[in-house]
């Protein structure tokens, strides 16, 4: 079973930066933050896999946010530095985990495990 604990988010000017963290228990092969407007489809912002590091963008926030995970026995800390906010940027998180490899690690239906969502508004 995997557990997730989001935290961080809020509101910022654009411009501004935000962090967020996922506190992820439990076995996982990658971690995404995902977010969603209203009215759109969820969307993939980054991932991490679990074993080895690799990192995946989308390009909407590529060069503008940053994945990072810190590991030890019982958990893994995993934050979104998210740097230069536009107010397109404004949406709700989620932080979710995976427990098999899939090749597309910014699908959400790859996900089997989603964090409770924490809302992000950056205004002009």
């Known amino acids: 079973q995997v557990q997730l604990v989001e935290s961080g988010g809020g509101s910022e000017q654009a411009g501004g930066s935000l962090r967020f963290s996922c506190v992820v228990s439990?076995?996982?092969?990658?971690v995404g933050w995902f977010r969603q407007a209203p009215g759109e489809e969820r969307e993939g912002v980054a991932a991490?896999?679990?074993?080895?590091?690799?990192?995946?963008?989308a390009d909407s926030i590529k060069g503008r946010f940053t994945i990072s995970q810190d590991r030890d026995s019982s958990k893994n800390l995993v934050s979104l530095q998210m740097n230069n906010l536009k107010p397109e940027d404004t949406a709700m998180y989620y932080c979710?985990?995976?427990?098999?490899?899939?090749?597309?690690?910014?699908?959400?239906?790859?996900?089997?495990?989603w964090g409770q969502g924490t809302q992000v508004t950056v205004s002009s």
């Open positions: 979710a985990a995976a427990q098999n490899p899939f090749p597309a690690p910014l699908l959400a239906s790859g996900y089997n495990y």
């Open positions: 991490i896999y679990t074993f080895g590091g690799a990192t995946f963008y």
């Open positions: 439990g076995y996982t092969t990658s």
